[in-house]
């Protein structure tokens, strides 16, 4: 039974792929009264931005040096283009959501319309994408990528639905992005080299003794980026909280993140666990062992006991002899 359990978790390791997630996101901004430029707009990738552009700017961001393929230079000139039209349809959405939330005169000066569109790859291959806007906090439409309609959250944006949907094209021109296009484009802006960053984590084992218990933890910190796997192998253990890790960041931009399993006291000494940590930083994996040690120093003991019989017995065999002796 307990062999089985360890076969199942080396099993299930087997098949997860330390790759990363990568997500492709574009963030629009149109708002009144926060101080902000009337219009914004962000290209981020994997909490890295790569475009920024605003409605104060004059010129668009340049394509940076590490784009340099001709296929890199014509996607950024795509993102140069697409903004001009995102900043129209934004804009347009806001102002139809302002009149339609407002038409009993009770909305405040400050408002403010946020757009997101975001692709996926995860590392499985799965590919996901999803558009979605809000107006001040709340959800206000979707965009149904298979069937290139607008999805209206709210009955407030179905003037803005209906008049992106008398231009067909415009709005499969969308979709079509969002099902593959948005995919290249990932692939191009995922080579950038603050987005290459790979900080190897540190791997640290601490051990607390509770009520006929031990809780051994494992401490993983200082890698980049954020997504890790830490599991712990070995018979008998059991999770604490639910076995869920928060990956927490640390000062310096790097990530940090624990992972805790009771022992139960009787299996102390007796098997070897280890904390297996997988990363994009790792060709393979860090292994750290606990249980070892212990077992190690139960040898040693039973060592020095057998030698002490030993010295204690032979004492007691002069002792006999000299006795005989006399
Ligand atoms: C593009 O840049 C990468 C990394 O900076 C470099 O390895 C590659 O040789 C460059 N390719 C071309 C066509 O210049
Ligand atoms: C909402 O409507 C009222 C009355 O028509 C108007 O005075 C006010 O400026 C409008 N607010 C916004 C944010 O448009
Ligand atoms: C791939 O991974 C994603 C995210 O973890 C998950 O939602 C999806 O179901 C997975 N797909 C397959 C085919 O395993
Ligand atoms: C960890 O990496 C080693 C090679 O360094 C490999 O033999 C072992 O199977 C890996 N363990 C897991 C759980 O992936």
Same mark, same amino acid.
């Given at each position: ?29 149109? =708002? ?14 994997n ?10 700017? $004059? ?27 995102? $900043? ?8 139809? !959501? ?7 005169? =009770? ?21 996901? !994408?999803? #558009?979605?806007?809000a107006?001040?906090?709340? &959800?206000?439409?979707?965009l &149904? ?11 407030? !944006? ?18 079509a992005?969002y ?5 290249? $484009? #990932? ?6 080299? *603050? ?7 540190? %791997?640290?084992?601490? *051990?607390? +003794? ?6 051994v ?20 253990? +059991? ?16 990530? +940090? ?18 904390? %297996? ?6 060709? &393979? ?9 212990k077992?190690? $120093? ?5 060592? #020095? ?22």
């Amino acid at each position: 039974m307990k062999n089985a359990f360890g076969v199942f978790l080396l099993l299930h390791l087997q098949k997860v792929r330390t790759d990363l997630q990568y997500d492709n996101c574009a963030y629009w901004t149109s =708002s009144k009264g926060f101080g902000l430029p009337e219009y914004t707009e962000r290209i981020v990738l994997n909490d890295v931005t790569i475009f920024y552009h605003d409605s104060s700017l $004059r010129s668009k961001m340049p394509c940076p040096d590490w784009i340099n393929t001709t296929a890199g230079r014509h996607e950024w000139s795509i993102i140069h283009e697409w903004t001009d039209h995102n $900043r129209y349809f934004i804009t347009l959405a806001f102002q139809s !959501a302002i009149h339609q939330f407002n038409i009993t005169g =009770s909305l405040s000066d400050q408002n403010i319309y946020q757009g997101s569109g975001c692709c996926s790859l995860y590392p499985n291959g799965t590919y996901r !994408a999803l #558009l979605t806007h809000a107006f001040n906090g709340k &959800d206000f439409l979707s965009l &149904d990528i298979n069937s290139n309609a607008i999805v209206a959250a709210v009955p407030q !944006a179905a003037i803005y639905k209906n008049r992106r949907e008398s231009d067909p094209v415009s709005i499969a021109e969308t979709a079509a992005y969002y099902k593959k296009k948005c995919l290249d $484009r #990932l692939n191009i802006l995922k080579q950038a080299p *603050e987005v290459l960053i790979r900080k190897v984590p540190e %791997v640290r084992i601490f *051990e607390q +003794q509770k009520a006929g218990t031990i809780t051994v933890t494992c401490h993983v910190t200082g890698f980049y980026p954020r997504v890790v796997q830490v599991d712990w192998l070995g018979p008998d253990l +059991q999770p604490v909280d639910e076995g869920i890790t928060d990956v927490l960041p640390n000062e310096d931009g790097t990530y +940090q993140t624990k992972k805790s399993v009771i022992v139960p006291e009787g299996d102390v000494g007796e098997h070897i666990y280890s904390c %297996v940590v997988l990363h994009s930083s790792l060709p &393979d994996n860090i292994t750290r062992v606990w249980g070892l040690e212990k077992r190690s $120093r139960i040898a040693v003991w039973t060592l #020095l006991a057998c030698v002490c019989l030993l010295v204690i017995g032979f004492g007691f065999w002069i002792r006999c002899q000299s006795d005989a002796h006399h």
